[in-house]
């Protein structure tokens, strides 16, 4: 009894082992263990967990933001702008400021400035844009280049452990063949450790550092910013548009006529004295030949 007993407690065990090893398969075909299929790679090459937002630690990330803002006043917007930026520790890259027209009183100036902000204060530095600008369009693009890093630092490291075998293979050369043979391919190894190397920086600047791309127009009237219209709202806005338009033709066309008037009236004259010049000849002819016919009827 006792023998069947033991066997029985055996079969048991065995059983409960069977459905746990069951459990587990499922566990991994599902994706539920903590190993690295908990991550999913983007179309867009970004990574994140599985249930999670953030992304995976050590990744080198290429952040570009795009924007184009308006302000009423530009002077003002770049002073502050040139404030946060060296708050931050940032540094203009690129910057091109358009004084626009006097035209009709009126002076409309735009910039576009290049900007580098370190990666962690970037979402502090668009916000400071938001609060003192008035934001027409926003474009965020990030790229993931931690591969082509990985890969360019391990051939840096490499180039360099050869470098040094090389230095040592010339301080052992026994003849001048083998000197020249170690120089020759330690200028190469040189070389091209020269330009991976300053590959490398680039992409660690280009990490360390995002890009702001700022496009500043200034106007008298901020563009709005709404939600999708319904028809008759179109049809609504678009007639008042009009109307406004409409006006706003007439002005402009009155200025124009005002300052062209000098050049109006130089246009005009000269066809004027051109045709006091025909009508002259034309009457000369007339009395002429009235002249003609008078002295005929005397004879």
Known sequence: MKFRKVIACILCLLVLLAFAGCGASDKVASGESGTLNDYIVKGDGEVSAEGSSDLPENRKLIQTV?????????????????????QLGGYIENSNVQ??????????????ITIRIPA???????????EITNIVSSNKKVEDVTLNYVATESRVKALQ??????????????????????????????????QVASALRLLENQVDYSTIKLSISEV??????????TVWERIGNGFVKSIKNVGKFFKEFFVFIVVALPYIVVLAIIPLVILLVVLRKERKKR????????????E
């Open 287 to 298: 009395n002429a030949k009235k002249d003609d016919k008078k002295d005929n009827k005397d």
């Open 220 to 229: 008298k009237e901020f563009t709005e910013v709404t939600e999708p219209e």
């Open 161 to 194: 452990a050869e470098e040094a075998r090389l230095l040592e293979l010339m301080n052992k050369a026994e003849n001048l063949d083998e000197l020249l043979t170690v120089e020759k391919r330690l200028t190469d190894v040189r070389t091209e450790l020269e």
């Open 120 to 130: 962690k204060d970037l979402e502090a530095f668009v916000n400071r844009v938001g």
């Open 66 to 86: 795009t924007m184009n803002v308006e302000t009423e006043n530009l002077d003002t917007v770049l002073e502050q702008i040139d404030e946060r930026i060296a």
């Open 99 to 112: 004084n626009g027209s006097a035209y009709n009183g009126n002076r409309y100036r735009s910039a576009s």
